[in-house]
């Protein structure tokens, strides 16, 4: 699967969108999803949560193993999908309509640092 070139990454796997109000929906690659192989349990962040960038936030497991996954910007967390974390196994089924959770940004300028769909595409060589 190529990857959305309306979105930003990190090199820690993780997807971003911005929303029309600015604020940051998060998820995970397909690339990181097909890595893991079946999702069976999510950890995400409770609204409020103030973060730091690259900050391990939250927890994703697989039969295979568990991972962080990272903020991508300094912000505070406002909405976790907790639909995803009753139904694990969508972020198998689509990783890209799968969102973890949701951050205002603390600097929106911070988005302007993540990569690109071709610079993420890169770094997985």
Do not use: C
């Not at 990454?9 to 600015?22: C, K, L, N, P």
């Not at 069976?40 to 690259?54: N, Q």
């Amino acid at each position: 699967m190529s990857n959305p070139t309306d979105l930003r990454y990190t090199a820690s796997h993780e997807w971003i969108r911005v929303e029309a109000d600015g604020t940051l929906t998060i998820g995970i690659t397909d690339h990181a999803q097909e890595a893991l192989g079946d999702v069976v349990f999510l950890e995400l962040p409770e609204a409020g949560r103030v973060v730091a960038k690259e900050e391990a936030i939250a927890v994703i497991e697989s039969v295979k193993a568990a991972s962080d996954i990272y903020a991508p910007v300094a912000g505070e967390i406002i909405a976790a999908n907790d639909a995803a974390v009753d139904a694990p196994e969508s972020v198998n089924a689509d990783a890209y309509a799968a969102w973890l959770f949701k951050i205002k940004p603390a600097n929106a300028a911070d988005v302007d640092t993540l990569l690109d769909a071709a610079g993420y595409e890169a770094t997985l060589g």
